[in-house]
């Protein structure tokens, strides 16, 4: 009796042949035929290590890290927000303090920036004695008070470089964790619309002043 293809040895692995073929091929390995024996060793294991390949799955942030390592430094967004300032409306640095706590350097610093319709909410938390940050921020649209905010393209950009990229979520938030720099500035672009947009130059500054 001829021998069987490799084919066949795969659907016969997974149990996948015509009924009366899958009672042949048994059949044949019960006469004791070593080569085939050896052919029905091998596909299992191949079809087990195929099931497991399909089952991994690398963690959603090794993902995006990978894939920030290969994005382009100059992308869209930041050429479409040249030349859209926004417009520094609050900043608690600028506050009077408490009296009683004059010369504490304070961690955070929270700021709200304005372009027509779009509201910017911008809040900073520096890590004490590193140059770590977080920036932590919301947009608002004066004229949709009702309505889903559409997704934004926002990013962190420094010496004419884009370090970080993020989306808003669907009440306009994003965040980044990163490295304090001079020049840092957000560039912010509404993804189904180019002429929505908004640029945030980032204070260098981390305390108030006495």
Not at 39 to 57: A, H
Not at 100 to 118: A, C, E, N
Request: with cysteine.
């Amino acid at each position: 009796m001829k021998h069987f293809t490799d084919e066949e040895w795969i659907d016969f692995a997974r149990n996948s042949l015509p009924r009366e073929k899958q009672s042949l091929v048994q059949s044949h390995l019960d006469t004791g035929c070593k080569t085939c024996a050896q052919s029905l060793n091998i596909w299992p294991k191949f079809i087990r290590t195929l099931k497991k390949e399909n089952e991994f799955e690398p963690p959603s942030e090794l993902v995006q890290q990978v894939k920030l390592l290969f994005r382009p430094k100059s992308i869209e967004v930041e050429r479409n927000a040249i030349g859209v300032m926004g417009q520094l409306l609050f900043d608690s640095f600028t506050q009077p303090m408490t009296v009683g706590v004059r010369g504490i350097d304070p961690s955070t610093r929270q700021m709200l920036y304005s372009r027509g319709k779009l509201h910017v909410d911008i809040k900073l938390e520096y890590e004490e004695n590193t140059n770590n940050m977080r920036i932590i921020g919301q947009l608002q649209d004066s004229t949709m008070q009702k309505d889903p905010l559409p997704t934004f393209r926002v990013a962190l950009c420094a010496d004419g470089h884009v370090a970080l990229t993020t989306n808003t979520n669907e009440i306009g938030e994003f965040c980044f964790v990163g490295k304090r720099n001079k020049g840092q500035h957000l560039t912010i672009v509404n993804t189904a619309d180019n002429n929505q947009k908004i640029k945030i130059e980032l204070p260098e500054d981390t305390g108030k002043k006495n």
